[in-house]
């Protein structure tokens, strides 16, 4: 029996023991790997649904095959190269060959015995290589203290010491330690839905109250400019790689560089088709696909989000958000003024009417006229008589769509509503914001 299906018979009860013990805590080891952090900034996912099976999966992933074959060759040359062996272990761990993933982490924090990152990472590792497979062994348990030691904030060591607490039949404990990693897990944390899922499961099985607690938790601030709305996420910086990272990957092919990325890409696609209630997962997979000029992917990953959430406004409208300031075709914001976007305040970071360069065919005509294809203007939205501006970029002409008002200010906004007393709620803000960007449209 795989981890995922253990787990799923421990949440359902149908694990054939009505005991709260060690098994309760397979909830949890089910769903431990999201904790994982991938190299490059860009986090990974491994599904839960996936075969624990230690054979090579390296037939399904060439490209990370690969990576590891140029890893492999650079540490013979560089043995004490730690962020390399940090790489090579990741590159394993995503191959599923678990055994060799710890070998390569436990010579990392060898040669980094201060890096609180790789102590955590090797004690994931030998969790999956352990033949157990039902808890922590000793010697993961040693990695995660370790790294615990180091950084008492490390998330992945927090949460595997609350699985260790969880395996041991101290439930509520356990609960009270996921609570605090999510309350200090940044907002936009790609673990974040997932230990709520952990938390919820494991309060189930043991008639602990969590309902409450859950829904009002306040997570830490986004991390790296990450918000929670649809344009903010889309248009903020993944977090990036450290200098070392960096430094480690440049010595790589650029093309096993581009396939490393691309692996990445559609590992977190297929983490999203296992478990797609992830909007923000959604997201990141649009402007991943967005930024590898893959327009197609990127629309039919708005499409999987839209239909994941078909049933929720809220979220739905967010995917939209996201597409549409990403530049991806199909996606609107339904405005109350069609065509309209750059009236209200610029920190709304309302949508890019060329969210990416394109290259586009144009045709001359004999008055000097430059013709653009009809399949560009459908494509972009742009209504008859939008006005469009010119800017000279490093690779052509680049056009914009240009609002036919200024930005309204902050300042504007702030004199409309006449504030008084009590905080405004968002919902009044965005009203006012709105009946404004309706009377400077009428103008």
């Known amino acids: 029996m795989s981890k995922a299906e253990t787990s799923a018979g421990a949440v359902d009860g149908n694990s054939g023991s009505g005991a709260s013990g060690p098994r309760g805590g397979r909830i949890a080891l089910g769903a431990a790997l999201v904790i994982a952090l991938a190299a490059g900034g860009v986090a990974i996912w491994r599904s839960r649904e996936a075969p624990p099976a230690a054979a090579p999966a390296a037939a399904a992933q060439p490209s990370v095959d690969e990576v590891i074959t140029q890893l492999e060759a650079r540490l013979k040359t560089n043995p004490n190269d730690a962020e390399g062996w940090r790489m090579l272990g990741w590159s394993y761990y995503q191959t599923e060959r678990y055994a060799e993933a710890a070998t390569a982490m436990k010579r990392a924090t060898v040669l980094d015995p201060k890096n609180p990152e790789y102590f955590s990472m090797l004690g994931e590792a030998l969790v999956l290589a352990s033949k157990d497979g039902d808890g922590v062994p000793p010697d993961a348990a040693a990695a995660f203290d370790a790294a615990l030691a180091l950084d008492p904030k490390e998330p992945r060591a927090r949460y595997f010491h609350a699985v260790r607490l969880d395996l041991d039949g101290k439930h509520t404990e356990a609960v009270e330690e996921w609570f605090a990693l999510l309350k200090d897990s940044p907002a936009d944390a790609p673990w974040v839905a997932d230990v709520r899922e952990v938390i ?48 480690a990957a440049s010595a790589l092919p650029k093309g096993a560089q581009d396939q490393m990325i691309q692996g990445m890409v559609d590992g977190l696609e297929t983490k999203l088709k296992a478990n797609p209630q992830n909007a923000q997962g959604w997201i990141m997979l649009m402007r991943s696909r967005v930024q590898l000029g893959q327009q197609k992917q990127a629309a039919e990953a708005l499409q999987g989000g839209l239909a994941a959430f078909r049933n929720d406004g809220a979220t ?3 995917l939209r958000e996201a597409a549409a300031t990403l530049g991806i075709g199909g996606a609107s914001l339904a405005l109350p003024v069609p065509g309209v976007h750059a009236i209200l305040p610029s920190s709304y970071n309302m949508v890019r009417a060329m969210g990416i360069h394109e290259k586009i065919g144009t045709v001359v005509s004999t008055k000097g006229q430059v013709i653009l294809p009809k399949a560009i203007r459908d494509k972009r939205q742009w209504a008859a008589g939008t006005r469009l501006t010119v800017e000279d970029t490093p690779d052509g002409v680049l056009l914009r769509a240009s609002p036919l008002f200024p930005p309204t200010t902050l300042d504007e906004v702030c004199g409309m509503l006449k504030y008084e007393g009590p905080a405004l709620t968002i919902e009044e803000m965005d009203a006012a914001v709105m009946r404004e960007a309706k009377r400077r449209a009428r103008r």
Not at 221 to 231: I, V
């Open 200 to 247: 919820a499961a494991v309060g189930k099985k043991n008639s602990i109250d969590v309902a409450t607690r859950l829904a009002a938790i306040s997570p830490a601030p986004p991390a790296n400019g990450f918000k929670t709305t649809g344009q903010e996420i889309a248009s903020a910086g993944i977090p990036g790689p450290t200098r070392d990272q960096i430094q």
């Open 316 to 318: 739905s409208r967010q």
